[in-house]
């Protein structure tokens, strides 16, 4: 038990650090079964993201949502496992598998919202463009106006260029102006 906490720890040190490949190594020597594994296991993945080994993390975050199989759909761990899943399909820009992994995350989740906008961003990069529009309806919506995401009107705006909508560019570039420019 006490190596496994020094082992994390020193994991924590080298992520903090930056010298991931030392704590993405730290992080792997925590044993099966202890109370640090899940934790371990994340921050393994999020030290192989860094290192730019999308294809490492993606399998170290599926074998940690294999672990919370049996967790409630809204759990925190297995939403957070899935986010950073959804993360580096992204990272490794495939891009179809990504939005997939996105559209996993449970609508009644406090993450829900931060998927809806990441996952817009894959669907713009896999040029579904209609799709990316229909995401606004929510992203936009009364109920989340207190969420500070300007980059969603960017985005739309972004998606209204590529379609050729300069209208309806011109209108949300406006919009941002009038809701950022003072921030």
């Known amino acids: 038990t006490s190596r496994d906490m020094i082992h994390f720890r020193i994991g924590e040190i080298k992520l903090k650090n930056k010298r991931f490949a030392e704590a993405a190594q730290s992080f792997g020597k925590v044993q099966w079964g202890s109370s640090l594994y899940n ?3 994340y921050n393994r993945g999020l030290a192989e993201l860094e290192q730019n080994n999308a294809a490492t993390a993606s399998k170290i975050f599926q074998q940690l949502l294999n672990l ?17 899943l959804a993360r580096a399909l992204y990272q ?11 559209a996993q995350i449970p609508r009644d989740h406090f993450m829900w919202h931060d ?14 463009f209609r799709s990316v529009l229909s995401n ?3 992203l936009h919506s009364s109920y989340y106006e207190d969420f500070f ?3 969603s009107l960017l985005l ?8 050729c909508m300069y ?17």
């Open 39 to 41: 934790q371990s296991l």
């Open 156 to 163: 739309r705006a972004i998606v209204y260029l590529y379609i």
């Open 68 to 84: 919370r199989t049996k967790a409630p759909v809204t759990d925190t761990n297995k939403v957070a496992a899935q986010m950073a």
């Open 167 to 183: 209208y309806e560019m011109e209108k949300v570039v406006g919009l941002f102006e009038k809701s950022y420019g003072p921030v």
């Open 149 to 151: 995401i300007p980059e």
């Open 92 to 102: 490794k820009q495939d891009w179809d598998a990504s939005v997939e992994a996105y």
């Open 136 to 138: 606004f309806q929510s």
């Open 115 to 128: 998927a809806l906008f990441e996952q817009s961003w894959a669907m713009l990069r896999s040029a579904r």
